[in-house]
């Protein structure tokens, strides 16, 4: 994981996985050839006319040398170790010369070659031979069927691409080696440097998880740039993304977003839920920024790495014309900005230096004759309202314009960003190039910058609630509970069925705490009466069926039934709707008044990114408005409210037009529940609760459809990892005190500030190998990496007390990137030393090292921590003493 720590400067684990793929010393092109035209040609031209320092050694039994350096027969003839082999031979012959790769003892690979699973069964055997036999010798591979990779920092052009690119700090990767081309030429012509050029293939090895956690953590790297065409392995690629993304920004263009999505036709969740809208949900969850062009995926990434990220989504617009900021004002509206409310304060300030003709408002239009000093002076001082957090400013030629020194005018420093449009030809380009000289983004048309700042708070604000700290904490439902769903869902499946009945349905929600109306079943006229009876008139009788899935369709559903006449009138209709095979009997329920708002809780599964859930306008009509968010599993309070704030039903839930709102707290609460009911019940393939009634008094399930997984369904997994609730242990220190060692979760920050401050100089020391202030240990952006962990990367444990409310003590194990091995951190409150709890840490942490297929376990201790390091040795941790540290190794085998 990405932290502030100390500690990572003393970790030596050896090289990086992917750094022979990036920085070899050595490359051998496996097909090398001197053919006009060919591949392994250009591919020989591109290594040798590049800057690489390293060697070349061209592979090929039917050449003695190629473009005047020696060949080699085969792999295993080359005099030295090669760090990276790079593979463009034919499909066929890619198992056995991988295998040869391996028994050279060769790094890494880059195959090219086409012909494996995009051809079909045999290609795709072709592959699993090669990556079968790679990881067998954990050999990274980038490919097949890519164009290779560039390192232009590094000088090495691994890749049949016309030239290299040029050098920076943009990293690019693509799924398509077409795609790659194309960015090139542009690039020429735009004159934008790469620090890394990727063309990723089909996948089969390296993937978008494995370059994220590489180029995020590549300090030549400011950004990341994507083309993708499919998400693969999904939790490898969020987990990585969600690392790096508040780091780095990464911006992803993909294919595809106009293609039909996919709809699942018995569920109004899968109905309303587009695979590309799932996407979409997904990258905003851990804070990727997508685009929809080339030019807007490489404008971001130039706007990122020059200007701050906007606090707000409030713009100021300073102009010298007003058409253009009427474009620019419609544009900020549009994709979701706003214009800034100047105070009163700013435009008394203004008057004092503008001409009495100026708009008195914002859009700031300062006449056709503003000078530099009136830019300068105008800029400043918006920037300074609170209520400004960003500024656009514009310029139209006219004759007494000066777009060079107005240009230089700008000047300024502020923590807030400044975009500018300069409008014109010739005439303005001195300007242009001043600006960018001062790192302001320029655009040819105001409209243009606009959309930017839009896109900018779009991505700041998605980052922000990223790691917002929960307010309170999210509830958990009783293992007692979950097992009797879980009972209840396998004996459905035992039985051959997909479909819940409604009771069954409602049972669920009963088990997770949520709302249901009274439904009793009743299987013959005779039930039903006295089910109505005792319930109490008006009710509702639904068809009570294991086989059809909406009941409206058929008629199913009869409301407000009064008599008992009624009733038997019901019962009777609802029979004779439907096939005899399918009719169980009906449902009998109170016929619940409609006050309120009628919501939907849905979930599906994605083929990619596994279950989905919904929030909603439910009812009826719940396809026509499709008024509805969607996110990812698992929530927390915080992640609920910001779905729910993504509709607008959440505008009336507030209250409207003089009626009280409901209780939002406990409707997050309630949508929590819902998540933690998917993710526990990995049966479960689709769940609508529709409608779930809510007013200002009270929240009702009306209605509940629940499918279970087919078999081709059951290998989708969650796309994030959930709370790992088997890592919850109790224990009691020597001194008798009960305590909780748990995985960390994101409400933890303020105790961990708490704990912090009650560490003493010699423990903050021994952690952090130095001196650590108080302020640099609970700022808000350390203690969120930690806080809000993810859990397929990094567990952190912490230790609490109950009474007092306390965290005692914090152990961490970190998963290095592409390996099985991981490092761990530990302190202790300094109180608790000595009672046990160390051992207990070290012996969980082995464990869960353990089940999480850890190979190995690394800590840096200094040599003065006699305890820590008497606990290592009792642990059967090797030690290597360094000058002031120790290095100690656990091998778990």
Request: negative net charge; charged residues 20%.
């Amino acid at each position: 994981m990405t932290h502030t720590d100390p500690f990572q400067n003393f970790i030596d684990v050896g090289p990086k996985r992917l750094d022979p793929l990036f920085l070899p010393k050595s490359v051998a092109l496996i097909g090398a050839k001197d053919d006009i035209g060919s591949v392994g040609r250009t591919l020989m031209v591109n290594l040798k006319e590049g800057h690489f320092g390293g060697k070349i050694y061209p592979v090929n039994p039917k050449r003695q040398e190629v473009l005047g350096l020696k060949a080699y027969p085969t792999i295993g003839e080359v005099p030295e170790r090669v760090d990276l082999a790079v593979i463009v031979t034919p499909a066929a012959t890619v198992p056995g010369i991988v295998e040869a790769c391996v028994n050279a003892r060769c790094r890494s690979a880059i195959v090219i070659s086409a012909g494996f699973k995009e051809l079909g069964a045999p290609g795709l055997q072709l592959e699993q031979q090669m990556i079968k036999v790679a990881r067998s010798a954990e050999m990274p591979i980038i490919g097949p069927n890519c164009l290779g990779v560039m390192n232009p920092v590094y000088g090495m052009n691994a890749t049949f691409a016309r030239g290299m690119a040029l050098p920076g700090n943009i990293a690019f990767i693509s799924q398509s080696g077409a795609m790659c081309t194309a960015v090139l030429d542009w690039s020429f012509q735009e004159k934008i440097g790469f620090s890394s050029f990727v063309s990723i293939g089909s996948m089969a090895d390296v993937n978008w998880g494995d370059l994220i956690h590489y180029l995020g953590h590549d300090p030549q790297t400011h950004s990341l740039l994507i083309y993708m065409e499919t998400i693969g392995d999904p939790r490898s690629f969020l987990s990585a993304a969600r690392e790096i993304a508040m780091e780095k920004p990464i911006i992803v263009i993909k294919a595809g977003r106009s293609a039909e999505a996919a709809q699942a036709a018995a569920s109004h969740t899968g109905s309303l839920a587009g695979s590309d809208e799932v996407f979409d949900a997904a990258l905003e969850r851990v804070g990727v920024l997508r685009v929809d062009t080339i030019a807007e995926l490489f404008q971001m990434a130039s706007v990122l790495a020059r200007q701050p990220k906007p606090k707000g989504p409030r713009l100021t617009i300073v102009t010298n014309a007003g058409g253009p900021a009427v474009l620019a004002t419609d544009a900020t509206v549009a994709h979701g900005a706003e214009l800034t409310h100047l105070h009163a304060a700013t435009i008394d300030a203004l008057n004092t230096s503008l001409p009495a003709a100026w708009s008195h408002r914002n859009p700031v239009d300062i006449l056709g004759d503003a000078g530099p000093e009136r830019y300068a002076e105008t800029v400043k001082k918006v920037m300074q309202d609170s209520a400004t957090d960003g500024v656009l400013v514009i310029l139209s030629p006219q004759d007494m314009t000066d777009p060079l020194a107005s240009a230089q005018a700008l000047n300024i420093s502020f923590d807030k960003p400044i975009l500018a449009s300069w409008m014109g030809g010739e005439t303005v380009w001195p300007g242009i190039e001043a600006l960018n000289t001062l790192q302001i983004p320029t655009f040819a048309y105001p409209d243009d910058a606009a959309k930017t700042f839009a896109t900018m708070w779009r991505y700041s604000h998605n980052l922000r609630l990223l790691y917002d700290v929960p307010q309170g904490s999210s509830e958990w439902v009783p293992q007692e509970e979950i097992q009797k769903v879980d009972t209840l869902l396998r004996q459905v499946h035992h039985e051959g069925r997909m479909l819940l009945t409604e009771f069954e349905s409602k049972e669920i929600l009963k088990a997770y705490g949520i709302p249901v109306v009274v439904t009793e079943v009743a299987q013959n006229i005779e039930e039903a009466v006295q089910k109505a009876h005792t319930i109490g008139y008006p009710v509702v009788l639904k068809l009570h069926s294991k086989t059809i899935t909406h009941k409206t369709d058929v008629g199913g559903v009869k409301l407000n039934l009064h008599t008992e006449a009624d009733v038997k009138k019901a019962f009777s209709a609802i029979q004779k709707g439907v096939p005899a095979n399918d009719f169980e009997g009906v449902t009998v329920q109170k016929m619940v008044k409609h006050t309120g708002f009628e919501l939907i809780f849905g979930s599906s599964l994605d083929s990619q990114l596994g279950p989905v859930l919904l929030f909603g306008w439910g009812g009826q009509l719940v396809e026509v408005f499709k008024d509805r968010a969607l996110g990812l599993p698992p929530l927390n309070a915080h992640l609920a409210r910001s779905l729910m704030q993504k509709t607008k039903i959440y505008t009336a839930l507030k209250g409207v037009r003089g009626q009280k709102g409901v209780d939002l707290p406990y409707l997050e609460q309630l949508l929590v529940r819902f998540s933690q009911l998917i993710v526990n019940h990995p049966l479960l393939a689709e769940c609508d609760i529709n409608p779930l009634l809510v007013n200002d008094t009270e929240m009702l399930a009306l209605d509940a459809r629940f499918v279970l997984r087919n078999h081709e369904q059951m290998a989708i997994p969650l796309a994030i990892r959930p709370y790992p609730r088997q890592y919850v242990h109790t224990f009691v220190l020597r001194d008798g005190l009960p305590i909780i060692t748990r995985p960390i979760v994101p409400e933890d920050e303020p105790l961990l500030v708490a704990f912090h401050k009650e560490l003493s100089e010699h423990s903050v020391r021994q952690r952090f190998f130095g001196f650590m202030s108080l302020s640099e240990r609970i700022a808000h952006e350390r203690l969120v990496r930690i806080c809000f962990s993810d859990y397929a990367q990094e567990i952190a444990l912490v230790a609490e007390q109950q009474d007092p409310h306390a965290l005692i003590g914090v152990v961490r194990l970190s998963r290095i990137a592409g390996t099985e091995e991981a490092k761990m951190t530990m302190i202790i409150a300094d109180a608790y030393h000595g009672l046990g709890l160390g051992t207990h840490f070290l012996d969980q942490i082995i464990h869960i090292a353990r089940v999480e297929g850890i190979q190995s376990i690394h800590a840096t201790i200094l040599r003065e921590n006699h305890g820590m390091i008497a606990l290592l040795d009792k642990k059967g941790f090797t030690m290597t003493p360094k000058e002031v540290l120790v290095q100690a190794f656990l091998h778990l085998g």
